[in-house]
């Protein structure tokens, strides 16, 4: 019965090679989004789809592609690891046209480039 | 562009006290505010939210107040507990689908 799911929980790379992390959520939201959070803790905002329409990309660099193939589902693909993409990585997910906003979110990808 | 600010980075208290969490935003147009708490090695969860038509707003120990006015708004803890301890994060959200998370506040409450 989890709400927003990702896999895999740990992932451990080595620079130049691509990588997938995978998000579900079984809330019926139309809205998605990749957060990444840095070891300072910091919770920035890398993209958002809603209804599998990409509406917020920002200025990530192009080896990120996020891809949605249906509503609960939202991907994020990794190219040509770097060190400074070692983060945590948060998959969350919303309903536009609530009263409020609640953002529900994944348990994390803790991501390690070495 | 759109920002928030939070303060204070590191907050340290006795067990019982209270914390204060501050919070300024630069959208105009934002008028949802939500507050979210992280434990260690856990995912953010919402403890409390406000929408720009309420000044104030409480749920047990916890409460939230609004300025718009001064964009300025706040989280408030009373009786603090060993297991207050986490960072919390504000964040600012206009009718868009953009939420802007201020930077956040590591709470230690000291048994």
């Known amino acids: 019965d989890t709400a927003v799911s990702q896999t895999p929980k740990y992932l451990v790379t080595q620079m130049g090679n691509d990588k997938s992390i995978k998000c579900e959520q079984n809330?019926?939201?139309?809205?998605m989004y990749w957060y990444k959070q840095d070891s300072k803790k910091f919770l920035k905002i890398m993209f958002s789809?809603?209804?599998?329409?990409?509406?917020i990309n920002e200025t990530v660099p192009n080896r990120f592609s996020p891809k949605s193939p249906d509503k609960a589902h939202l991907n994020l693909h990794i190219n040509s690891l770097e060190l400074g993409d070692s983060a945590v990585y948060f998959c969350?997910?919303?309903?536009?046209?609530?009263?409020?906003?609640?953002?529900?979110f994944g348990p994390g990808t803790r991501l390690t480039v070495t | 562009g759109e920002n928030v600010e939070q303060h204070p980075s590191t907050l340290s208290v006795q067990e019982g006290d209270s914390a204060v969490i501050k919070c300024t935003y630069s959208?105009?147009?934002?008028?949802?505010f939500p507050w979210y708490k992280q434990e260690l090695g856990k995912r953010p969860q919402l403890i409390i939210d406000i929408r720009s038509n309420v000044g104030e707003k409480k749920d047990q120990r916890i409460a939230v107040t609004l300025n718009k006015t001064a964009k300025h708004f706040s989280l408030h803890i009373t009786e603090t507990q060993p297991e207050d301890s986490a960072v919390y994060f504000c964040a600012a959200r206009s009718g868009g689908f953009k939420t802007i998370f201020g930077a956040g506040t590591r709470l230690f409450v000291k048994a």
């Open positions: 969350a997910s919303s309903q536009q046209g609530q009263v409020n906003y609640e953002q529900y």
């Open positions: 789809y809603n209804n599998k329409e990409l509406i």
């Open positions: 959208d105009s147009a934002s008028n949802y």
């Open positions: 809330l019926g939201h139309d809205t």
